[in-house]
């Protein structure tokens, strides 16, 4: 079944203690991004990827890392979390970045930084 | 400013057609109109996308005004099933060369039995 694989679902940990949240695409997708998303704010890009060893900002980096070594992969990275990152993390990807390709979407993740 | 405006929430029938609305106004000629939608406690997911044409497909229809300005999501016989949250985002090429895709709040569908 082709999917967007998160993990882990739920996530709660202490301020300053490093984690990283998995995103993991069996759909042989170049395109790859996390969003977070807030009450009242949507949905809010953090990084994405157009293909392996290519990565770039979205609007809230801030805080976050992200690689890309192997094209299924793409894992989300806090070096120190604080509360204000408290949110659900959504990881996406798409065949491509054109303009008329879909994004798939997992199922999130909810992190919450005490 | 890449954002639409739909309206916060909505209620339909069971079994009814459900006409969503989304306003673009500042669209420009290369971008593409996308649907998605969030069912409670998932992932966003696709619904629909276009440029100019209406486009069906099994999930529902999008009508894009002449003008582009606004579409409308059409869901043709909603059921309790698309109880959800409905995103209308632009999808375009930002200033820097790469694709942006904006969510704002969208619009929560409630259908009532």
């Known amino acids: 079944e082709a999917q967007v694989t998160q993990n882990p679902r739920y996530l709660i940990t202490v301020t300053g203690k490093k984690l990283t949240v998995t995103c993991s695409q069996n759909?042989?997708?170049?395109?790859m991004s996390w969003y977070r998303q807030d009450p009242g704010l949507g949905l809010r890009q953090i990084y994405y990827s157009m293909n392996v060893e290519v990565t770039d900002k979205g609007d809230v980096p801030e805080g976050y890392k992200v690689s890309r070594k192997e094209k299924r992969n793409f894992p989300l990275i806090l070096e120190s979390p604080s509360p204000n990152q408290t949110s659900l993390y959504f990881c996406?990807?798409?065949?491509?970045?054109?303009?008329?390709?879909?994004?798939?979407f997992g199922s999130g993740t909810q992190l919450s930084v005490l | 400013d890449a954002k639409t405006t739909q309206p916060n929430s909505m209620e339909s029938n069971e079994e009814e057609p459900v006409h969503l609305p989304c306003n673009h106004s500042?669209?420009?000629?290369?971008?593409?109109i996308h649907w998605y939608r969030q069912l409670p406690s998932q992932g966003p997911e696709y619904v629909i996308h276009g440029l100019t044409s209406n486009v069906n497909n099994r999930m529902a229809s999008l009508a894009i005004a002449e003008d582009r300005k606004s579409s409308t999501l059409i869901l043709h016989r909603a059921t309790l099933r698309d109880a959800a949250v409905y995103y209308c985002i632009r999808k375009l090429i930002s200033n820097f060369g790469n694709e942006k895709l904006t969510f704002g709040t969208g619009t929560r569908l409630t259908i009532i039995p």
């Open positions: 759909m042989n997708h170049e395109y």
């Open positions: 500042t669209i420009s000629g290369t971008d593409y």
């Open positions: 996406a990807s798409s065949l491509s970045e054109e303009l008329n390709e879909k994004l798939f």
